[in-house]
């Protein structure tokens, strides 16, 4: 059984580039989260879809979006890319209504912006 | 407002002793908790979590945690430290909402 696949693993863009970011969740959960996580710091809550639709966002400007498929994978967009949006990016994936159970967390991407 | 707070940064125990890691958490309902391990350039692995079944919880590779809500703690333990126990550890909790609140993380390091 696959568990949280992200790609790519490694990422190098220049300041001011847009970027996408793959996941795929765990067969059989339906829920995909994302966090960044900066050098040094605890995962921060992106956003996380369910059904295709943003059920919830953190405090991130509008240039993160993201969007989830009918097969539950999930894409993750940074626009207009600062030097401060270098992190590694976690994808989650977990059921539905499931909060007392864990989300399964992908390798992640590391971006780094120059 | 529910958050999670680690103390202490980094940690570091000799082979053999008592890994004792702290965690915090400020909710207005009961959470549930979670404590996870990230290694070098890896994603997050979970260790144990509680959901309000049993207030010990043991995980994997010999850690267990407790809660304890007079203390609002939910500290992680594991009687004898391994070198391959060295790595970053999160606590992370989670009021029934959408989104789970990380700490800062606990950096442990053990010695030979």
């Known amino acids: 059984d696959a568990g949280v696949t992200q790609s790519p693993t490694h990422l190098i863009k220049t300041r001011g580039q847009q970027v996408t970011l793959r996941c795929s969740p765990k067969?059989?959960?339906?829920?995909v989260s994302w966090y960044q996580q900066a050098l040094g710091q605890g995962p921060q809550f992106i956003f996380q879809?369910?059904?295709?639709?943003?059920?919830q966002r953190g405090n991130f400007p509008d240039r993160f979006s993201g969007h989830q498929f009918p097969n539950y994978s999930s894409e993750l967009n940074v626009n207009a890319l600062l030097l401060g949006d270098s992190a590694l990016y976690l994808c989650?994936?977990?059921?539905?209504?499931?909060?007392?159970?864990?989300?399964?967390f992908g390798q992640g991407t590391r971006l780094t912006v120059v | 407002a529910q958050s999670v707070t680690q103390l202490g940064s980094h940690v570091s125990v000799s082979e053999g002793a008592l890994v004792l890691l702290r965690c915090n958490y400020s909710?207005?309902?009961?959470?549930?908790l979670f404590w996870y391990v990230q290694y070098p350039n890896q994603g997050l692995q979970l260790l144990l979590k509680?959901?309000?079944?049993?207030?010990l919880v043991k995980g994997i590779n010999g850690f267990e945690a407790e809660f304890k809500k007079s203390e609002t703690s939910f500290h992680l333990t594991k009687p004898s430290a391994h070198m391959s126990d060295a790595a970053e550890y999160f606590c992370?909790?989670?009021?029934?909402?959408?989104?789970?609140?990380f700490g800062a993380g606990t950096r442990l390091f053990v010695k030979a």
């Open positions: 989650a994936s977990s059921l539905v209504g499931q909060q007392n159970t864990e989300a399964f």
């Open positions: 067969s059989g959960h339906d829920t």
């Open positions: 879809y369910y059904e295709e639709e943003e059920r």
């Open positions: 909710s207005s309902v009961p959470p549930y």
């Open positions: 509680y959901t309000s079944a049993a207030t």
């Open positions: 992370a909790g989670n009021t029934g909402g959408f989104k789970t609140i």
